[in-house]
């Protein structure tokens, strides 16, 4: 009881409604789970209100849970393309890669040998990735939706609408999640 009440003590007074996070704010949540039938490799696009897409990953993504350690993450794809290539100039975006949803956008390799493929889960041009995770991947794991952001896409004007019909809200993503854990609970 002790230790809860240091807790609250240490914890700022609560004026009003808790104030939504920047993301909450101004991003709708968007995942697509088991992405290529992997089980759990679930990401998560932000969407902004200007069609812009940010690519995350969820919060039940094996590289956030079970205690791993990212050894590296890489953005070349194969030996002909590289997402470090993209050069983006002018209003219309010109040089910028166009990905389709199962485009593979980086790597992610762990100290136990797992390797992932964050993928794009939508259609558009690829505007920026993160540089920052390769020099510093455990952002990725520490601020997965903000600072550890895998890449920004744009997607086509007329296509920003239907670019979330293959995606789940935050509920039904919720749903899912709790399936799975329910499903590994109950003994065989």
């Given amino acids: 009881m002790a230790a809860a009440e240091v ?3 240490t914890e700022p007074a609560a004026a009003g409604p808790v104030v939504p996070s920047l993301v909450d704010r101004y991003f709708t949540r968007w995942y697509k789970a088991d992405v290529k039938g992997k089980p759990c490799e679930d990401h998560c696009i932000l969407q902004h209100s200007n069609r812009i ?11 956030l849970q079970n205690g791993k ?19 983006v100039s ?17 790597k992610i390799y ?23 995770i390769l ?14 952001y895998i890449a920004v896409i744009l ?6 609408k239907s670019i979330t019909e293959g995606l ?5 993503y919720e749903e899912v999640v709790e399936k799975r854990s329910n499903a590994t609970a109950v003994p065989s």
Avoid at 53 to 63: E, F, K, M, Q, R
Avoid at 74 to 87: D, E, F, M, P
Avoid at 155 to 160: L, M, N, R
Avoid at 168 to 172: F, H, M, P, V
């Fill in 7 to 9: 807790t609250m003590a």
């Fill in 53 to 63: 897409c940010v690519v995350t990953l969820a919060g039940s993504h094996p590289v």
């Fill in 69 to 87: 350690t990212i050894e590296s993450i890489s953005y070349q794809i194969s030996t002909n393309c590289s997402r470090l290539q993209n050069k």
């Fill in 168 to 172: 789940l809200t935050q509920k039904q």
């Fill in 135 to 148: 020099h510093k991947p455990s952002i990725l794991q520490e601020k997965p939706s903000t600072e550890g």
């Fill in 90 to 106: 002018g209003k219309f975006k010109r040089g910028a890669q166009f990905l389709t949803e199962l485009a593979p956008l980086c």
């Fill in 110 to 132: 762990c100290t136990d040998g797992e390797e992932y493929t964050v993928s794009s889960c939508v259609r558009g041009r690829l505007m920026e990735v993160n540089e920052n």
């Fill in 155 to 160: 997607p086509k004007f007329e296509e920003s």
